[in-house]
C-alpha cells in the first residue's frame, strides 16, 4: 500500500515540477519584453495546454486511486458480509470451543 502511495505521490511531485518549469519559463524576461503581441498571445495559449495537460494528468490520476478506494471499501464490506454469515451458521457449540483470542480476533475485525 505505502509503495503505490509513494509511487502517486512522486508522480504529483513531477507534475509540480513540471508547471514550475512553466511558470519559471513564463517569467523570465524575453516573454514580457517581447514586442509583438501576437508572440505573447501564441506563448500564453501553449502555457494554457500545458497546463491542461498536467491538470488532466493530475484528474486522471485521482480518479484512479478514487476507484481504488472504492474497490477497497466494497471487499472490506464484503468480507464482513462473509464474517457475519459465517458466525450464523456455526453451531452454538462449535463457538463455545473457540479460544478466547480467537474470539477477540473474530470481534477485532468485525470492528475493522
Same mark, same amino acid.
Given at each position: 500500500?505505502?509503495?503505490?502511495? %509513494?509511487?502517486?505521490? %512522486?508522480?504529483?511531485?513531477?507534475?509540480?515540477?513540471? #508547471?514550475?518549469?512553466? *511558470?519559471?519559463?513564463? *517569467?523570465?524576461?524575453?516573454?514580457?519584453?517581447?514586442?509583438?503581441?501576437?508572440?505573447?498571445?501564441?506563448?500564453?495559449?501553449?502555457?494554457?495546454?500545458?497546463?491542461?495537460?498536467?491538470?488532466? =494528468?493530475?484528474? *486522471?490520476?485521482?480518479?484512479? #486511486?478514487?476507484?481504488?478506494?472504492?474497490?477497497?471499501? %466494497? #471487499?472490506?464490506?464484503? =468480507?464482513?458480509?462473509?464474517?457475519?454469515?459465517?458466525? @450464523?451458521?456455526?453451531?452454538?457449540? %462449535?463457538?463455545?470451543?473457540?479460544?478466547? *483470542?480467537?474470539?477477540?480476533? @473474530?470481534? @477485532?475485525?468485525?470492528?475493522?
Amino acid at each position: 500500500m505505502s509503495t503505490i502511495i %509513494s509511487s502517486k505521490i %512522486s508522480y504529483f511531485e513531477n507534475h509540480k515540477k513540471r #508547471l514550475d518549469f512553466i *511558470n519559471e519559463d513564463l *517569467n523570465t524576461p524575453h516573454i514580457s519584453e517581447s514586442k509583438h503581441l501576437s508572440d505573447r498571445i501564441h506563448y500564453l495559449i501553449n502555457y494554457n495546454k500545458q497546463i491542461e495537460i498536467a491538470h488532466n =494528468g493530475i484528474n *486522471n490520476k485521482y480518479q484512479v #486511486l478514487l476507484r481504488q478506494v472504492d474497490d477497497m471499501k %466494497s #471487499l472490506l464490506i464484503f =468480507g464482513r458480509k462473509v464474517i457475519v454469515k459465517h458466525d @450464523d451458521v456455526v453451531p452454538e457449540r %462449535s463457538k463455545s470451543q473457540y479460544s478466547r *483470542n480467537e474470539r477477540a480476533a @473474530d470481534i @477485532d475485525t468485525e470492528q475493522h
